[in-house]
């Protein structure tokens, strides 16, 4: 916990300088603590970022929080401080070395280069830049090595929510014996689409059980006890939004245009953590007993696979969590033996899926910084070792 917080003014109001954060391991960041800016902090993703800032202790100097013009002014905690929202201006990017982006996509395309700009690491949870092939799209646990080419301030794209949990389950036994093709079915929770979507859910069950009529502002339809396509637009070839991001972004983070993927994602009325049903064709034969190994010692990922007692990954065991939950593994049945395997996971899409991700690549940064005089407004430089 902070001992010592001053205050400071900054253009549109107060804001406060933690100045002794302690518990972090300093040695990782050598010392500097950066200047930290949340776009979105209002959000069900900014929410996730305040709680894991603190959970990592995450080494910060200043903490700025940015929200539409709808909370400016409004307050958040963080540990022991008051923290005001602000509006996003010209200049407020000024002194922030890593801004952590969860606003949406015209946020992101508006913003996030005017923060490039000023100095500051982009993270960038939008759809917005992921397919720039000037940017990287970076699962740590995966392709961390995709950035390290860069040296100076830049954005950096957080993969969508369902790619992410896929792929941290899927890559590993990818590397052993090579996906050729990967049938998706994703169970999708009310918050992938906001904290506005959870609470509709919410009040749809309390209208349930008053017999009122349901509020259906955001999906336009009873969503409590029912199950429907997900809420993006759908394309001239069937496929929706969501469908597409999990091939296009596969092929980018794998840098392999031949992987196969077809996707079926729907929303199923859970609060939080999606659920994927994954099969998977292989290039090389890969039982299921070695599937098993490998994600046993897999990082970010946990075996939940108890057949005797039907317990499998779920959404409400993996809601809070930071490892994917992996299960429900066996020889696909339809497929030459050895070929493909079935298996069933569940990740929570806010953390994992979204702000831990992104808080990943933040310590990444930190740990493969240089510091120096120059570079971002603060006096520090981040760049990759
Ligand atoms: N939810 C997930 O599981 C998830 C997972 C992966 C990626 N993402 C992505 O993360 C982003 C945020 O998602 P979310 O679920 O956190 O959405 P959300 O709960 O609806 O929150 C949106 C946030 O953006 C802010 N915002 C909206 N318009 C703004 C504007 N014009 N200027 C500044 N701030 C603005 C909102 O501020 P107010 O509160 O003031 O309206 C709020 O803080 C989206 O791009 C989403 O696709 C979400």
Redesign the pocket.
């Known amino acids: 916990m902070p001992s010592d917080t001053r205050e400071r003014k900054c253009k549109s109001g107060n804001y406060l300088v933690l100045s002794t954060i302690t518990g972090y391991p300093e040695s990782m960041s050598q010392g500097f603590k950066p200047c930290i800016a949340i776009?979105?902090?209002?959000?069900?993703?900014?929410?996730?970022f305040l709680e894991l800032l603190h959970q990592r202790d995450f080494p910060l100097s200043t903490l700025r929080l940015?929200?539409?013009?709808?909370?400016?002014g409004s307050v958040l905690r963080f540990r022991d401080a008051q923290l005001q929202?602000e509006?996003?201006v010209d200049g407020c990017f000024d002194g922030v070395d890593i801004a952590l982006?969860?606003?949406?996509?015209?946020?992101?395309q508006a913003?996030a280069p005017r923060a490039v700009d000023s100095g500051a690491w982009v993270i960038d949870?939008?759809?917005f830049f992921r397919m720039d092939p000037a940017v990287p799209l970076i699962i740590p646990e995966v392709n961390l090595h995709a950035m390290s080419e860069m040296r100076q301030p830049g954005i950096i794209a957080?993969p969508?929510?369902s790619t992410i949990i896929a792929l941290m389950a899927v890559t590993p036994l990818h590397k052993v014996a090579g996906v050729k093709r990967m049938v998706i079915s994703t169970y999708q929770?009310a918050?992938?689409?906001?904290?506005?979507?959870?609470r509709e859910l919410e009040g749809q069950a309390r209208e349930f059980a008053c017999g009122r009529p349901y509020t259906t502002a955001i999906f336009g339809r009873q969503y409590l006890f029912n199950c429907f396509s997900h809420n993006t637009e759908v394309g001239a070839d069937g496929y929706n939004e969501e469908e597409r991001k999990l091939l296009r972004e596969t092929r980018k983070i794998w840098d392999d245009d031949s992987v196969r993927v077809s996707a079926t994602c729907v929303r199923v009325p859970t609060l939080r953590a999606h659920c994927e049903s994954i099969n998977l064709t292989f290039d090389r034969p890969l039982g299921e007993k070695q599937a098993r190994e490998i994600l046993a010692a897999a990082p970010g990922v946990s075996l939940v696979d108890d057949r005797a007692n039907n317990q499998f990954p779920e959404p409400i065991a993996a809601s809070g969590l930071d490892p994917v939950l992996v299960g429900r593994i066996r020889a696909d049945m339809g497929q030459d033996p050895g070929c493909g395997l079935e298996m069933f996971v569940a990740g929570d899409?806010?953390r994992k899926?979204?702000a831990l991700n992104a808080l990943q690549i933040a310590e990444a940064l930190l740990v493969g910084q240089v510091l120096g005089a120059q570079g971002t407004k603060s006096g520090a430089r981040i760049a990759l070792a």
């Open positions: 776009v979105g902090a209002t959000g069900a993703v900014g929410q996730e940015f929200a539409s013009s709808r909370s400016v929202v509006a996003l982006f969860s606003a949406g996509r015209g946020v992101s913003w949870n939008s759809s957080n969508n929510c929770s918050s992938g689409a906001g904290a506005a979507a959870m899409q806010i899926g979204a």
